[in-house]
């Protein structure tokens, strides 16, 4: 096997995480060497497709640190590792103007306040993928151009297969290029080639008991690699179970004008999600991306019906951005209407009684206020459930989208890789998807993928450049 001769940074994945750890470890005197698995010029990633929102929870990203920690902690109830929370929390801000000082620029893509930073040019509001000359796109472009510039390199169809370790220390990887697998020896390494979405097998072991019936609402390049590969040296992993996403109609697998919107959430939030039994199952009052994870979480995840009224149509699924109503019909989605409960049944092939049942106490318990009496309770302080009442009665069959899983290397609060005993493992450094630790948990606390990426590959190539010795300015 060949050995090259000594880099001063090897960055795994050339995605928002990955660039930016590159980037800010050039600024800071490193020659970082970027190792993207795809080959393409234009190679695919989340951060290249990515609808472009920097929030935090679902905030406005530019609000001062104790709100960004507060907005941190009501959603991920305590899950959240306490100084990952600190880390988000005191860099968010940081992190947009670093972005802009390399060129990159943001709008304000909305009224609502997580919509006050987004990439421009954004992405349309039209069926299907539009990334090309888009936020994301640029995003990779500009920051690749700031790396070039400082004298890092980007070397793409290169798959690192392992990490090379020396007395407890990262001191390599071991890439494949050109079918040659050669050694490369650095002063540090950093994984952020994005999450495992895109590998079945990790996500049936972790996630679905059917990963097949999962939609594969990504780039789909993220195989997993880091994750494993740092696991393989003792890395910790955490929260391993959870990944953002969203719910959409089920007739997205034979339709690609149904995904990345419109997305059903708006829906399944005002009203109640079913299974083939006609009953609730779970909290619909968690949110969309909750209500997605836990679809995934049954044995047959295509199993599900989201059932609302006119009411509901006609306010939060035309309100929400390419919400339902009227983009689903558009793009060939069917939707399902009756005049009553025992039609609506019919027609979706659920058992009349049971189905005549949950919506009847779910009715009343709307009515009295009385939501937690339900089985399961459901809860109300961010969505507001809406009584199924006015018709036309509607139903929609949904699956589980899957855009990036949450889980993964366990880090501290300076992107240090940490092994089982929670110990930085030296020289290894991990940012973005590839890491764990602060989303998920048990309500599936969702802080936000492009923040995450940012925030964490500027300290990792801030941390890999003072430990070979060159400190942040």
């Not at 709008?107 to 954004?122: C, K, M």
């Not at 005993?421 to 606390?445: F, H, K, R």
């Amino acid at each position: 096997m060949r050995v090259d001769e000594k880099q001063d940074l090897v960055v795994i994945g050339g995605g928002l995480a990955g660039l930016a750890a590159a980037c800010r470890a050039a600024e800071l005197g490193l020659k970082p060497l970027v190792l993207e698995a795809t080959d393409d010029e234009s190679y695919l990633c989340n951060s290249r497709i990515t609808g472009g929102i920097f929030h935090v929870a679902m905030h406005d990203i530019r609000l001062s640190e104790d709100e960004a920690r507060k907005n941190i902690h009501n959603a991920s109830q305590g899950f959240a590792r306490p100084e990952l929370v600190d880390a988000l929390a005191g860099n968010a801000v940081r992190s947009v103007d670093w972005l802009r000082s390399q060129g990159i620029r943001f709008i304000r893509g909305g009224p609502t306040p997580e919509l006050g930073t987004v990439l421009a040019p954004p992405r349309l509001q039209q069926f299907g993928m539009h990334w090309k000359g888009r936020g994301g796109d640029v995003l990779l472009r500009t920051l690749s151009e700031r790396l070039a510039e400082r004298g890092g390199t980007l070397r793409r169809g290169a798959r690192v297969l392992s990490i090379v370790m020396e007395a407890g220390c990262c001191t390599g990887v071991e890439v494949e290029i050109d079918g040659s697998v050669s050694r490369l020896r650095t002063g540090a390494v950093v994984i952020a080639d994005g999450g495992f979405q895109a590998n079945q097998d990790m996500v049936g072991q972790y996630i679905s008991p059917a990963p097949e019936k999962l939609f594969q609402r990504n780039a789909g390049t993220g195989r997993g690699d880091g994750i494993r590969i740092a696991a393989a040296v003792g890395a910790k992993l955490v929260g391993m179970d959870k990944f953002y996403g969203h719910v959409l109609h089920r007739d997205v697998i034979n339709n690609e004008r149904l995904w990345p919107h419109p997305m059903i959430d708006s829906m399944a939030v005002s009203g109640v999600v079913v299974n083939g039994g006609g009953q609730r199952v779970f909290d619909e009052g968690l949110g969309g991306v909750s209500i997605a994870n836990m679809i995934a979480k049954l044995e047959d995840p295509h199993g599900c019906t989201v059932i609302c009224d006119a009411a509901a149509w006609r306010g939060p699924a035309r309100e929400a951005v390419m919400g339902p109503n009227p983009n689903l019909e558009k793009a060939g989605g069917k939707v399902i209407t009756a005049d009553s409960i025992e039609d609506l049944a019919a027609k979706t092939g659920l058992p009349a009684t049971a189905l005549g049942d949950t919506v009847r106490h779910y009715n009343e318990a709307v009515a009295r206020g009385t939501l937690n009496s339900l089985d399961p309770p459901r809860t109300s302080n961010r969505f507001r459930p809406l009584p199924i009442a006015e018709v036309p009665l509607l139903a929609v069959p949904v699956c589980a989208g899957i855009t990036y899983s949450m889980g993964g290397i366990a880090i501290d609060g300076a992107a240090r890789a940490l092994d089982a005993n929670d110990q930085p493992i030296p020289g290894l450094y991990a940012a973005g998807a590839s890491t764990g630790g602060l989303e998920g948990g048990p309500n599936t606390a969702y802080t936000g993928g492009l923040s995450k990426a940012v925030v964490f590959g500027l300290l990792a190539g801030e941390a890999a450049a003072r430990f070979g010795g060159n400190q942040p300015r």
